[in-house]
């Protein structure tokens, strides 16, 4: 199957004063777009079986449904990230320590 503009998340650290200078992480960002797909999938028929209003004895107001509408929303966002060409997302540097994340 092919993937048609697979982004990858970059995320680079570098510690100057150690002795390993640069570590690249890359994530291909569709794995995670799948993957919260199917936990999408499960929440919507874990819905069917869990009460949508919270338990008034629970101290925890974190709902089935406000965490269906959670995951929406960070798909949402994950889409818009890969909606456009290559950037970086985060380039920050402070004293001797630098991360930097980039969307590829």
Not at 15 to 30: A, D, K, M, T, Y
Not at 32 to 52: G, V
Not at 68 to 75: D, F, P, R, S
Not at 80 to 92: F, I, N, R
Request: glycine letters at 4%.
């Amino acid at each position: 199957m092919w993937i048609k503009g697979c982004h990858l998340l970059w995320i680079k650290l570098r510690i100057e004063s150690r002795r390993f200078i640069g570590i690249p992480f890359p994530i291909p960002l569709f794995i995670f777009q799948e993957l919260l797909d199917c936990f999408l999938d499960l929440l919507t028929a874990a819905c069917f079986f869990i009460p949508k209003a919270p338990d008034p004895s629970s101290s925890s107001r974190i709902t089935i449904s406000s965490v269906k509408v959670l995951i929406t929303m960070i798909m949402k966002m994950l889409d818009s990230l890969t909606g456009d060409g290559p950037y970086d997302l985060v380039d920050v540097t402070i004293d001797k320590v630098k991360v930097l994340i980039k969307i590829r």
